[in-house]
């Protein structure tokens, strides 16, 4: 047994976690380097512009693909590749600190592959929320629909721990409750954008995953239906 004086203070973060703040992370900083000339050239100034363009999701090349019944990879490929591919600096350094704080508390629970599931799910339903609610040019990016779903799973266990303690679950949904707000709060102070409906879509599809994903959750529910 390791003595507890050797013990890490901190509990490492889950490889899958640390694996998708990497990426996003890189990506960022070599836009920021390559804006600020410190990479790539001349031609890095664009880089970010380019890779929106390419790898940003559009609600508009959906509706292309439903209608032409065409799915071309690069077009499906805007459903997982738009979280990393930020508006700026802040934007991605706020996405990434938020997948580090749930995604440790939901790894450490779920496991790698149940996170990481969540996480890349959560990314296509915002996408397909964003696209079939809303009629806009807008492109969608950042890592947050995949960070709300991570919120989504972390309310399912805060959810089944408020119950389990005697209290009231509907509690559970206040952290939620309070990003949404701030979300309006920031749209009526600074411009309105409808993010928030892929945030929530990602949020949706988060907290149903976790019905299945949570150690034991399959045999429970097997459990609900033949009692039923």
């Known amino acids: 047994m390791s003595s507890p ?5 901190v509990n ?6 640390v694996a998708l703040f990497l990426i996003m992370a890189g990506v960022e900083l070599a836009f920021t380097l390559g804006a600020r000339g410190i990479l790539g050239g001349p031609g890095a100034v664009g880089w970010r512009i380019e890779a929106i363009e390419r790898y ?7 509706e292309w693909m ?9 077009h499906l490929m805007r459903f997982l ?3 990393f591919v930020h508006v700026s600096f802040t934007h991605a350094m706020i996405g990434a600190v938020m997948l580090v704080a749930l995604g440790k508390m939901v790894g450490e629970v779920f496991g790698a592959l149940a996170t990481l599931g969540i996480f890349v799910l959560s990314s296509v339903g915002g996408a397909l929320a964003y696209g079939l609610i ?13 960070v709300y779903g991570l919120i989504g799973a972390f309310t399912y266990l805060l ?12 509690r559970a949904f206040s952290l939620i409750g309070v990003l949404l707000g701030l979300q309006l709060l920031f749209g009526l102070l600074f411009g309105s954008t409808n993010d928030w409906v892929a945030d929530l879509g990602g949020f949706v599809v ?3 995953l976790s019905l299945f994903l949570v150690p034991g959750g399959w045999r429970k529910i097997l459990s609900l239906v033949r009692r039923e």
């Not at 940003?56 to 959906?62: D, N, P, R, T």
């Not at 439903?66 to 690069?74: F, K, M, N, R, S």
């Open 66 to 74: 439903l209608a032409t019944g065409q799915y071309p990879p690069e």
């Open 12 to 17: 490492p973060l889950p490889p899958v976690v």
């Open 134 to 146: 809303l009629d806009t040019p807008v492109p969608l990016i950042g890592a947050f629909p995949s």
């Open 81 to 83: 590749s738009y979280p």
């Open 159 to 170: 959810w089944v721990r408020l119950g389990e303690m005697g209290a009231q679950q509907v």
């Open 5 to 9: 004086h050797n013990e890490s203070p």
């Open 206 to 208: 988060g907290l149903g």
């Open 56 to 62: 940003a999701f559009s609600g508009q090349i959906l």
